[in-house]
């Protein structure tokens, strides 16, 4: 085993886009969609490239991968679930965004119940449903603009947040 004074993974020639996006850091959340019932036909993913545009409706927007099954699902059905994740979830991020091993499948490592949107994590204390207005495509990804039909704001409980590649854990009392 050799030791390395640098990340044996760093990319040799890292894209600066890429490094800005990592250094605007932000809440994590996990996007599902269809039914929890059928295995193939419902999806999740972890994103952090979002924004809530107030308004009457107001609409969350989203960066996801348009190869993702996720984007799928949702321009299938039409909804989605967006659900804020808390510092303990961090494994389930990971298994959502397909980093860490998900045995049985990423929806088999929480408990979810069915909404009108599709899939809800149980103990997600804000979470919205939402409904597909439009995708676009934007750089390498798809852009979902959605309506928000239902939100629940509750506890902001230990958030968990991402910036430059790391989960990041607020000090206490940094929440709102």
């Known amino acids: 085993m050799t030791i390395h004074s640098t990340h044996p993974f760093a990319d040799p020639e890292p894209d600066p886009v890429r490094r ?6 932000g809440a994590v959340s996990l996007w599902t969609a269809g039914d929890l019932e059928d295995q193939h036909g419902r999806a999740g993913l972890t994103v952090t490239s979002l924004m809530v545009a107030a308004g ?5 927007l989203a960066l996801v991968d348009p190869d993702s099954d996720l984007a799928d699902v949702v321009a299938e059905t039409g909804r989605c679930v967006v659900q804020l994740l808390a510092w ?8 959502f965004a397909g980093t860490a091993p998900a045995p049985g ?5 929480a408990d979810f119940e069915q909404t009108p949107w599709g899939p809800r994590l149980a103990g997600a ?32 409980r ?19």
């Open 105 to 109: 499948g990423p929806f088999r490592q």
């Open 125 to 156: 204390s804000t979470w919205a449903g939402v409904r597909l207005e439009t995708t676009a495509s934007v750089g390498w990804s798809a852009l979902l603009t959605c309506v928000v039909e239902e939100i629940v704001v509750g506890d902001d």
């Open 20 to 25: 800005l996006r990592g250094r605007l850091g």
């Open 158 to 176: 230990d958030p968990l947040a991402h910036r430059r590649g790391r989960w990041l854990r607020p000090a206490p009392g940094d929440s709102n």
């Open 88 to 95: 303990e979830e961090r494994d389930l991020a990971e298994a």
């Open 56 to 60: 009457e409706p107001a609409r969350v």
